[in-house]
């Protein structure tokens, strides 16, 4: 059981990557940005800074990470 946690907290990040700079549709992109508006409302600044700094840490390439969900939101609006 111990064994599948480490794979699991060792893959994590590259999923989260994968699955946002490559598989995020325009709907999954709004999705996540209206929880994300949600939880902003409903968090101290403090605690929404720590969240925002670990989730973007995950990525190589941080700026990547932000253009696909952005480009994924004006698909969105498009539609």
Known sequence: MAESNQW???NFPRTLEALVL???SPVGAEVLT????EMDEQ???EDRN???EVFYSV????S????SILKG???FTQQ
């Open 8 to 10: 699991e907290k060792n």
């Open 22 to 24: 490559h598989v995020l």
């Open 34 to 37: 209206r929880k994300f508006d």
């Open 43 to 45: 968090t101290l600044e």
């Open 50 to 52: 720590r969240f925002y």
């Open 59 to 62: 990525f190589d390439d941080q």
């Open 64 to 67: 990547a990470a932000m253009n």
């Open 73 to 75: 939101k004006e698909l």
